[in-house]
């Protein structure tokens, strides 16, 4: 599974978050990603019909433009 978070701006915090074969989901606020990473990675584990290996982990990658401080 891969999650990817693109950010827009820090002050606040928006961007959008997607994993494969979803679309893009925005946020606004760190709660607010959280949230979305939740559900998509719930949504993930639910469409899985495949069984998992112990040591698969889910991979996130950020990206962004702007200055995390």
Known sequence: MRISIEIEKTQPL???ASSD???PVS???WM???RVVA???ES???A???PRDRDERPSVQVTGNGHLS
């Open 14 to 16: 928006t961007g959008a």
């Open 21 to 23: 074969g979803h679309d």
């Open 27 to 29: 946020f606004v606020g």
């Open 32 to 34: 607010a990603l959280l």
């Open 39 to 41: 559900e998509l990675t």
């Open 44 to 46: 993930m584990e639910q």
């Open 48 to 50: 899985d019909d495949a």
